[in-house]
């Protein structure tokens, strides 16, 4: 069974400064994606940034990037210049390959201050 | 395109009562997923659909909770009878679904919130 844990459940950061949020997950899998998912206080889910386990290379989208550590399963979020709408509780999850079923972890509530 | 559409956005029933929670995936997906969101265990997959069968639903925690989906563009999640325990936030998400290998992109609707007093 695949385990996804944020160790942070609240933080916070002042508007422009750079803050980072941390997920490990636990598998079996070699194949795999990893995502960060965005909830605003409107509760719609929203996809942040997406990584495949089989790519070295770290992705990035604008503002929001991740450090990818296969071996340590480690998976964090680094949101630069950080925005007051930025303020919301951010998901990682992951997807094992050729499956379709999304697992999350618990969340952090980030809040940027002004 | 709307988006996936999900009625009513808040319900509010009492403990015993059937509650009905509707579902409209975007348009030309086929994967179809229903989640819950607590405060104690986050967000769970209940059970998904692909091409209209159920494909996993272990995540049903018990008989009271049933899903459907008669045709492509509709589900519904049941719970018969509703106890206080129940009450989460209900989301459905769409996708391509398909080809083995391939991610496809999980779009979630705006779920709704579901009191059961």
């Known amino acids: 069974a695949q385990t996804v844990t944020q160790s942070q459940p609240e933080m916070s950061v002042q508007e422009a400064e750079t803050v980072t949020l941390s997920c490990t997950y636990d598998?079996?899998?070699?194949?795999?994606?990893l995502f960060w998912y965005k909830q605003p206080p409107s509760r719609q889910m929203i996809l942040v940034i997406r990584q495949e386990a089989y790519k070295q290379q770290n992705a990035t989208e604008n503002r929001f990037s991740v450090n990818f550590q296969k071996a340590a399963k480690s998976f964090s979020l680094k949101i630069s210049d950080s925005q007051l709408g930025d303020t919301a509780m951010y998901f990682c999850?992951?997807?094992?390959?050729?499956?379709?079923?999304?697992?999350f972890g618990t969340g952090t509530r980030l809040t940027v201050i002004p | 395109d709307a988006g996936v559409i999900q009625s009513p956005r808040h319900e509010v029933t009492e403990m015993g009562q059937e509650v009905t929670l509707r579902c409209k995936p975007i348009s030309g997906h086929n994967s179809l997923f229903w989640y819950r969101q607590t405060m104690m265990r986050g967000l769970e997959l209940l059970i998904y659909?692909?091409?209209?069968?159920?494909?996993?639903d272990s995540g049903m925690p018990e008989d009271r909770f049933s899903a459907k989906m008669p045709n492509a563009s509709f589900s519904t999640l049941k719970i018969q009878p509703s106890e206080p325990r129940d009450s989460a936030v209900y989301f459905c998400?769409?996708?391509?679904?398909?080809?083995?290998?391939?991610?496809?992109?999980?779009?979630f609707g705006p779920g709704t919130r579901l009191t059961v007093l």
């Open positions: 999850a992951f997807m094992k390959h050729g499956a379709n079923n999304l697992f």
């Open positions: 598998t079996s899998e070699n194949n795999y994606y």
């Open positions: 998400a769409s996708s391509l679904g398909g080809k083995a290998g391939l991610y496809n992109e999980q779009f």
């Open positions: 659909f692909n091409n209209n069968v159920p494909i996993d």
